[in-house]
């Protein structure tokens, strides 16, 4: 079983909004304060890329550049839950999204080999 499950996916038409949230599949799996969870994303023919990440003890946020401005990621510890915010959506933001979390990724949050965990994905559409 896959430790991360992603939800909130779908399809939409261009300027729209999601929220994708992340929570882990079962109870036993702790985000401990030095994890980023990230959003990634492959789009059709392309690599799977950084979109955003949040340090869970900082709250520090990261985003891409392509993102910059239009999503939001924000976490609840509350929840055990990362969400990510899309507004604006772009055709170019039609993509699987996944949730991961990196055990340490303050100084490594870009880079996908240091995330442990992961989950199945979502399919992000934006389309008119």
């Known amino acids: 079983q896959v430790p991360l499950v992603e939800s909130g996916g779908g399809s939409v038409q261009p300027g729209g909004s999601l929220t994708l949230v992340c929570v882990p599949s079962e109870p036993t799996f702790v985000i401990y304060s030095s994890y980023v969870i990230g959003w990634w994303r492959q789009r059709p023919g392309k690599e799977r890329e950084f979109v955003s990440g949040?340090?869970?003890?900082?709250?520090?946020?990261y985003y891409s550049e392509s993102v910059k401005g239009r999503f939001t990621i924000s976490r609840s510890a509350a929840d055990n839950a990362v969400a990510l915010q899309m507004d604006a959506l772009e055709p170019e933001d039609t993509a699987r999204y996944y949730c991961a979390a990196n055990p340490d990724g303050r100084l490594s949050y870009y880079d996908e080999s240091q995330y442990r965990y992961w989950g199945q994905g979502t399919q992000v559409t934006v389309s008119s």
């Open positions: 949040i340090h869970w003890r900082l709250n520090k946020k």
